[in-house]
């Protein structure tokens, strides 16, 4: 079972490009989650993606968006990146609807905005 | 809204000390606390989880009880390990509707074991 996998590991862009992350939840998982961990920070929650819909959203602006596949892998899209988006990028997947289910986390895209 | 406040770090212990990690947190109802352990690297691990008031959380020699008088969830262990030296996350699940899987981290705490 190969867990979380997200891809790439780093990234570097510049202020105002656009970036795609992906993530490919653990085998038997339906539900994948998308975190912000500034340096120094604990992760914040951007997004959650059910059934190919947005579910949740944390506070975070339009920028980022997401989009979940038929085969429950998402991506995360950043459009117009700000020095402030530096950060690394965690996805989270879980089985939706059981009672206490164990939340799974990849190693993160290290993305840099120069 | 929910939130999670945890002992500011870095915390450098030596090997054998005991550890406590202090967190509190903020939420509405019957939130499930959780601590996490990142190594150098790699993604979040669960460390331990508790479910309910009183309910005591354990794994690795690690420990912390559920204190819903204290809205406390405490990381303790008697005697850390250099394999131990890492950052630590307490968070919170609420369970109100609809956020059933979302987390609330607190900062994280950064321990280093020294031999």
């Known amino acids: 079972d190969a867990g979380v996998t997200q891809s790439p590991t780093h990234l570097i862009k510049t202020r105002g490009q656009q970036v795609t992350l992906r993530c490919s939840p653990k085998?038997?998982?339906?539900?994948v989650s998308w975190y912000q961990q500034a340096l120094g920070q604990g992760p914040q929650f951007i997004f959650q993606?059910?059934?190919?819909?947005?579910?949740q959203r944390g506070n975070f602006p339009d920028r980022f968006s997401g989009h979940q596949f038929p085969n429950y892998s998402s991506e995360l899209n950043v459009n117009a990146l700000l020095l402030g988006d530096s950060a690394l990028y965690l996805c989270?997947?879980?089985?939706?609807?059981?009672?206490?289910?164990?939340?799974?986390f990849g190693s993160g895209t290290q993305l840099s905005v120069l | 809204g929910d939130s999670v406040t945890q002992m500011e770090g870095p915390v450098t212990l030596s090997e054998e000390a005991f550890l406590t990690i202090n967190c509190t947190y903020t939420?509405?109802?019957?939130?499930?606390l959780f601590w996490y352990v990142q190594y150098p690297g790699e993604g979040l691990q669960l460390l331990l989880k508790?479910?309910?008031?009183?309910d005591k959380g354990s794994n690795k020699g690690f420990e912390a009880t559920y204190r819903k008088e204290t809205t406390s969830f405490h990381l303790e262990k008697g005697s850390v390990q250099v394999s131990d030296s890492a950052v630590y996350f307490c968070?919170?699940?609420?369970?109100?509707?609809?956020?059933?899987?979302?987390?609330?981290f607190g900062k994280g705490t950064l321990l280093t074991v020294n031999p």
């Open positions: 508790a479910t309910k008031a009183d």
């Open positions: 968070a919170l699940r609420g369970n109100s509707g609809g956020s059933n899987y979302k987390l609330t």
């Open positions: 989270a997947s879980n089985r939706q609807g059981v009672t206490n289910e164990k939340l799974f």
């Open positions: 993606y059910y059934e190919e819909e947005e579910r």
């Open positions: 085998s038997g998982h339906d539900t």
């Open positions: 939420a509405t109802g019957y939130p499930s």
